[in-house]
């Protein structure tokens, strides 16, 4: 992820369409492994499936690692700059409230990665929930407790 002076690079040529399949990538400010604490990870899951459940994406798959996420979507009533505004702000004041602190959590930008028809959506989502075990922090992904996928 670039440092906050190159995060306007995310945004170069940046599109947002609706009915398209995206990637969507986050990290925690410094890094900082936040989310190795579950109940703090599930504050950022509440905010997936809020914006899923009020029709603003239609959530295929996530993971909330220690440090960052992973959430494939596809996008529907709102550009993808609104859709990561509010679940990062939202996501923000709940973990701030729930550690009695203040502060950035989430660092500026984010990735995003429009997929194209001919890709296998499945095979993007089981990359996604596999995180955990590539980082080594489990040997099977159904003993990880923050991820989901439509299809499992």
Same mark, same amino acid.
């Not at 170069?12 to 969507?24: C, W």
């Given at each position: ?30 890094? !900082?492994?936040?989310? *190795?604490?579950? $109940?703090?990870?599930? &504050?950022?899951? #509440? ?56 502060? !950035?959590?989430?660092? *500026?930008?984010? $990735?995003?990665?429009? &997929?194209?028809? #001919? ?34």
């Amino acid at each position: 992820m670039p440092t906050s002076k190159n995060a306007y690079r995310l945004r170069i040529g940046r599109h947002s369409e609706q009915g398209r399949l995206y990637l969507l990538t986050s990290t925690t400010q410094q890094r !900082r492994p936040i989310f *190795k604490d579950f $109940h703090l990870g599930r &504050l950022v899951v #509440e905010q997936f499936r809020q914006a899923h459940d009020e029709g603003v994406v239609t959530s295929k798959a996530w993971v909330v690692m220690p440090d960052h996420f992973h959430w494939l979507i596809e996008l529907n009533d709102k550009t993808l700059a609104e859709v990561m505004c509010r679940v990062k702000s939202r996501s923000s004041v709940t973990v701030n409230q729930a550690c009695r602190s203040s502060g !950035r959590l989430w660092q *500026k930008g984010y $990735h995003d990665r429009a &997929l194209r028809d #001919e890709e296998d959506i499945k095979d993007i989502a089981r990359y996604i929930i596999k995180n955990p075990i590539r980082a080594r922090l489990t040997t099977r992904i159904g003993d990880y407790p923050l991820w989901d996928a439509c299809w499992m």
